[in-house]
């Protein structure tokens, strides 16, 4: 159809056609609404933005709030799955699973943001604005194995092109596929995870939040102080989730012995 035809109408009947899969009809339409006001901004023959007005909630796709998590079973078939993956995709989801950062974060991930001498990775931007990741041993590791396969490149985890690493998508479908969880899980439930087991072993929400790089929200000097404050607080945390997730990873979480990543 010719943009500046394309009605109100036919914007709710393409998205009601997704209406099964909510979170990408609305991704759609976000991306449609921005297309449509770049062509108004433009001059371009449109009279009317079809996609203004539009809400979830009287086209039927009003996502619900994701609470996925992993359990312990889940998290140690999925690591394990993870030694049939190539390198630079088995050592992203590994730091996912360890840091509890962002996928995007990972991906643009730079040689220059890291210190291996403070074991700090400091990321200058994020959703909530810069943020520290204290790095455990593992991390160390996993990070160093990186550096043969990105050249002299300034991201860690080099895509074909010479760019970051790209969607990953393809991959987490591949590991689904192989491992075949009876419910489906995303990249980000990957990040709720992390949280949800930082709690169990009875780390501080403040703290939890401040691994995650979340703001807390009221005095602005509070929130500065949550997220270079607690540097400390948050590299127990990580430390003590390392510990776990080695146990739950080796399958010994119930007997107590931790046998670790690290030769």
């Not at 009279?47 to 079973?73: D, F, Q, W, Y």
């Not at 088995?90 to 962002?102: P, Y």
């Not at 419910?183 to 939040?209: C, F, N, Q, Y």
Request: net charge positive.
């Amino acid at each position: 159809m010719h943009a500046g035809n394309i009605t109100r109408t036919d914007v709710k009947k393409f998205l009601k056609s997704k209406k099964d899969t909510p979170y990408r009809a609305n991704r759609d339409h976000a991306v449609m609404r921005l297309i449509f006001a770049w062509a108004m901004a433009e001059d371009r023959p449109i009279l009317v933005n079809p996609c203004e007005g539009i809400k979830r909630k009287h086209i039927g796709t009003t996502e619900k709030k994701r609470e996925r998590v992993l359990s312990a079973e889940e998290v140690r078939t999925f690591w394990t799955a993870l030694d049939k993956e190539r390198p630079i995709i088995a050592s992203i989801f590994r730091l996912l699973l360890l840091t509890g950062v962002r996928s995007d974060e990972a991906k643009k991930a730079r040689w220059n943001d890291l210190d291996f001498e403070e074991r700090l990775w400091r990321i200058p931007n994020t959703k909530k604005g810069p943020h520290e990741v204290p790095l455990t041993e593992s991390v160390v590791a996993i990070l160093e194995s990186m550096r043969p396969l990105s050249g002299n490149s300034e991201y860690v985890f080099l895509g074909p092109i010479g760019k970051p690493i790209g969607n990953l998508q393809k991959a987490k479908e591949r590991i689904q596929k192989r491992i075949q969880l009876k419910e489906d899980w995303r990249i980000h439930d990957l990040r709720r995870t992390v949280a949800t087991k930082l709690a169990t072993l009875g780390i501080p929400r403040d703290t939890v939040s401040a691994v995650l790089g979340h703001t807390l929200g009221g005095n602005p000097t509070t929130d500065i102080y949550e997220r270079y404050g607690r540097l400390p607080e948050k590299r127990a945390a990580l430390e003590k989730w390392e510990r776990r997730l080695e146990q739950i990873a080796s399958g010994e979480e119930q007997k107590g012995t931790v046998v670790p990543f690290r030769s």
